[in-house]
């Protein structure tokens, strides 16, 4: 983005909503989304901008179907705005590309940003180290295997809900996900950016005076707006003790050194490739095709070999 | 891995199997060894090793209980070998971290390996990349938008298997999948290196006598054992297609260019590391939380700022 608009970013409650396929989340980021701008009587209504993200399809048939089902519902409403991402290319380049749209909305001004992810993997991980706070979504009896899906997921939650409430199995859900939760809870939370210099530097702990933050486990039916009123509360709550606690502070760096990083990247390739000749990039890969070379053997010749390049 | 090592690999047949979690496909990973190491008659029996791959797990708790699980069918037999793989800390490194455990398990001189991922996003499609066949495994009745999810998924597959067959909604299952085949299949397969010369270069496609290879939709109850010698004969079809067409190679080509490009970014970053005292990278980064520069205006000051150091 334009380094101009950058300044004007950090106002915004970045919010990550994710969740396996069938926990009904884009029905419960619809009904939040309705909820900050018809709030109750004694809350302020805030605009709100969602992101909904989609690691899994290059074709972007879902997303688009998903934006036509909200149109529906949110259109007309200028302190609206969606928009959704498909992965094309690699997954780097979608988290990338998705910093890139939540920091625009930031800087025009939308006060909560909800950024809707699908699925349980590394993807929704990387997504949700965008957010201040994230929301993870459940459902009753959603597969035999599934929760070992979870582990990864509630190291990042803040707020787990168990949405689709009214089915048969709630009860199992909440108390599987209050086991996993005294696993991974509460331990000092860690702010580790996948920075190039971790090794070197003090990993940031959240060391403060307030008592660690312990994720709420609520319940929701999104298709009947219950549990909606709750759920922003906990979010809000969560805010609070970020800026109370020290913790928004920790998670703009961690945020910004993972971008940082990415971005190094990009650019170290970009002047190595301008510096490389095809031929020669070509020639080096078919003698590892042929095994003649490793791996290992073929990034020293495109290096080394060629020192002065460098 | 070594480069002594890596010209002894290139005979082993990679074989990717992935799946949702609740489809079933660690037990139909398990059978399938089982199969090859006790063929019916007139079959060679073939030694198997097991990558089992879990991108969304940081923990390891899910990995390694199949492990336990699985040892008590095949334990004791020293032409099954089994692996486990966690994600720790970047997706791109678990990929990478897999590809060195399959070469490692070829150069012992394994005659298939499976490679089996959990999940549906863009972590499996880059663990499949290494495979040579890739089976996706669905399973009858998995969740409302499990459909967009496939989508991504699909594009990969060389063999798909609908297992829990003896379930309700198997034929709605078949159907949606071949549906989805309709759309995808069958062009000319695009062997696409996420190379970093790819647009300099010819994108390689298949393009021989033989008709396009079409992937079979096959049924299986994996926990009785039904449809496991069907997999295995199709997988071995598609094994000699791949040989036949020349695919092989190209699938090879496109495998070690991504691979040889992961290296080659690995590199770059540590040569630049070396040469980048951590204190002036914290000072950069310091600005950019304060939003004093913008993450692009970071990069050049790391970069160019300091062109002394290039």
Known sequence: MLSELFAHTGNAHLVGITGAPGTGKSTLVNQLARYYRNPPDGEVQRSVAI????????????????DRVRMRDLS????????SMAARGSLGGLAHATASVVQAFDAAGFEVVLIETVGAGQAEVDVARLAHTTVVVEAPGLGDDIQAIKAGILEIADVLVVNKAD???????????????????????????QGYFQEQEEVETASNELPLWTPPVLRSVATEGHG???????????????DESGDWGRRERARFKTELDALLQDKLV?????????SKYKSVLEQVVERQISPYQAVEALLDGDRYVW
Chains 1, 2 share one sequence.
């Open 228 to 242: 909606v009123a709750e759920l922003a509360k906990a979010i809000q709550k969560h805010r609070d003790y970020l």
């Open 167 to 193: 089915r048969p199995g709630v009860e199992n859900t909440e108390r599987a996900l209050r086991n996993m939760l005294q696993l991974a809870h509460p331990v000092p939370r860690v702010f580790r950016a």
């Open 51 to 66: 992101v909904a993200v989609d690691p899994s399809s290059p074709f972007t048939g879902g997303a688009i179907l998903g």
């Open 76 to 83: 007309g409403d200028p302190g609206v705005f969606i928009r």
């Open 270 to 278: 970009a002047r190595w490739r301008n510096k490389v000749p095809a």
